[in-house]
């Protein structure tokens, strides 16, 4: 049942049925009632008809005894007569069947028959009698008393009375008849409805089927239209609104797309914040942060933020306004932007914008340092090329010899000069990418033996023991540019040999890791501390500025050398211990045979 009242068509079908039997139940019993009157007004017609028929026999005849015979043939069946000529005393009668005594005395006793015999008028009445069929059972009658002259001066009555079992068998049949009626009335009328209901549902379960369809993502879906009328214009409506939502879906996806493209090639941290404070939606770049700032950034309530962040959310959570620091979180700089998020006039939540300063100060610094460091290099031969000038303008050497040894040292101080511009170019070309390489195939061990050996006679005259130790093949070869890592080889050897003291050893070793040539630059010198190696590669650091400044060093060429080495893939580092020594060691890929 709960299955038909869910349905259209039970609704329908179950709504018409009530009306129309509801319609055919009123009419049922309003015809039933007409029929039962009309049945009974045909009955008291008959018999006053009977009545006044046999009242014109008595009157035409006089006698009774000659009028019986005719009253037996106007009387119908069914129907008995009584003629009573004094009240209470039957003269004739006429009753087929048994009781008719036990009738004739009822009848004749009703007080309400008593005041025929007196007037003109008829009384009709139902009444309880003896069944003249069965002999202990009543019967309901309908009891007609009339007047009639039956003499001169005498006024006597007849009783007409019929059985309402008559009445009742008539009224009966036109009831079966009606039931009949309103039972094939209620077959058609379900039939109908049924047909109709089905006829109106069928496209309506088509697009309840279709939206089913809609709704789990299938925008193709289409409803036949088998009509003009309204239920065909809905689903005309309904391929329509299933283009559009296709049409709408499309472009919405498209725009996420490019939305989340867009976020993931940022290289700016983004992150969405909900009203209750919780993260919706990050980039890639914003998920790397987190994933870093947790468990490394003390916060009593658990959140993945800096304590910094979250008291910016906050506010822009409170007060609705745009705000934008720069902070300082675990050791790199960020530009935070916050920004409030509407959802029409509320407000929903928040977005973060996170940009990277870190190398901005970095490269901030390097330019204050490189400003310092250039200044401070170029203060001194700049100093002592004035001096001199100076001196020999005003002709403060006195001897020739003088003369010529501030001249010379005017020609060092302008050549050292030289060598940093020089040095600085080819940092700055290196740095930028614009430096070409000239690379050849080259074996390693010819031409690492051969740079170091340059440095031979250097090394005698200076009492330190120079040399080389291979355990690479001699066939193993790399593609590089020989000029510039003979740059890098010279300006290793040369700092090892400037820091080794007399009678100190210097050990250029070759050998293979893993697919790479791992070429170290060994001294016996004074080394560099511990915590000074992570900036030997830096331009103008000096582990010891005071004897390097006396050697002419600039301090750009470990800069340099690792711009070179980093240009060919390869990699470079530092290792040492004070006052035991120090390693450069550098690796180059090697060309697979």
């Known amino acids: 049942m709960n299955r038909i009242w869910n349905s259209v068509v039970g609704k329908l079908w179950l709504t018409i049925l009530l009306l129309v039997s509801f319609v055919l139940f009123i009419v ?3 015809l039933l009632e007409f029929l039962g009157n009309y049945h009974s007004e045909t009955v008291e017609d008959t018999l006053q008809q009977e009545a006044a028929t046999i009242a014109r026999v008595f009157n035409d005849y006089g006698e009774v005894t000659n009028s019986l015979t005719i009253i037996e043939d106007i009387l119908g069946p069914d129907t008995n007569a009584i003629i009573a000529e004094v009240p209470f005393e039957s003269t004739y009668y006429i009753h087929e069947g048994i009781n008719g005594e036990k009738t004739r005395e009822i009848i004749l006793k009703e007080p309400d028959f008593q005041k025929v015999f007196e007037t003109d008028e008829t009384v009709t009445k139902e009444m309880l009698l003896p069944s003249m069929t069965e002999g202990n059972m009543m019967e309901s009658y309908i009891v007609l008393a009339s007047p009639i002259q039956t003499g001169e001066q005498v006024h006597g009555t007849v009783f007409i009375y019929q059985s309402l079992e008559v009445m009742d068998q008539t009224a009966g049949r036109t009831t079966n008849i009606v039931f009949l009626s309103a039972f094939i009335a209620f077959l058609l009328t379900t039939f109908f409805a049924f047909f109709l209901s089905t006829r109106i549902t069928l496209p309506l379960r088509n697009m309840r089927e279709g939206a089913f369809e809609l709704a789990k993502g299938n925008f193709d879906t289409k409803v036949r239209a088998t009509s003009s009328d309204e239920i065909g214009q809905l689903a005309t409506a309904f391929n329509q609104m299933g283009r559009q939502l296709k049409h709408h879906v499309e472009v919405i996806n498209q725009e996420k797309e490019q939305l989340s493209s867009i976020l ?4 700016d941290a983004v992150i969405t914040f909900n009203q209750d404070r919780t993260i919706l939606l990050s980039n890639p770049p914003a998920e790397k942060l987190i994933q870093q700032w947790v468990g490394k950034i003390s916060n009593t309530d658990n959140e993945p933020l800096p304590p910094e962040m979250v008291h910016m959310l906050e506010h822009v959570l409170s007060f609705e306004e745009e705000i934008e620091e720069e902070l300082e979180i675990d050791g790199a700089y960020y530009a935070i932007t916050f920004s409030p998020l509407y959802s029409k006039k509320s407000i929903r939540g928040a977005v973060a914008v996170l940009h990277n300063m870190t190398e901005q100060h970095r490269l901030e610094k390097l330019r204050e340092d490189f400003i310092a460091n250039v200044s401070h290099e170029l203060r001194t031969p700049i100093a002592m090329l004035q001096g001199y000038s ?11 010899e003088e003369r010529r040894e501030m001249t010379k040292i005017i020609y060092e101080e302008s050549q050292r000069m030289g060598r940093l511009v020089t040095d600085l170019l080819n940092l700055a070309r290196l740095e930028s990418g ?3 390489l000239y690379k050849n195939v080259v074996q390693i061990n010819g031409m690492i033996e051969r740079m170091t050996m340059k440095f031979s006679q250097v090394a005698k005259e200076n009492g330190i023991y120079l040399s080389f130790e291979t355990s690479l093949d001699d066939w193993a070869a790399t593609e590089l540019d020989e000029d510039r890592v003979e740059q890098v080889m010279t300006n290793l050897i040369d700092n090892a040999m400037r820091h080794t003291p007399q009678g100190g050893q210097v050990l250029v070793n070759v050998e293979q890791e893993q697919g790479y040539a791992k070429i170290s630059v060994n001294d016996t010198g004074v080394g560099i501390p511990e915590e ?29 050398a690792s711009n070179i080495i980093k240009a060919h893939g ?24």
């Open 264 to 267: 993931t090639s940022m290289a």
């Open 390 to 400: 100076e001196a020999i303008l005003d002709d403060v050497g006195a001897t020739e």
């Open 570 to 593: 390869g990699e470079i580092y530092a290792k040492s211990k004070v006052g035991t020594g120090t390693s450069f060691i550098f690796l180059l890929p090697l060309k697979k045979m």
């Open 28 to 30: 049922t019993v309003l």
């Open 532 to 560: 000074d190696l992570e900036y030997v590669f830096e331009r103008f650091y000096k582990a010891d500025k005071a004897r390097t400044l006396g050697k002419g060093g600039t301090g750009l060429g470990l800069a340099i």
């Open 434 to 436: 614009h430096m070409r």
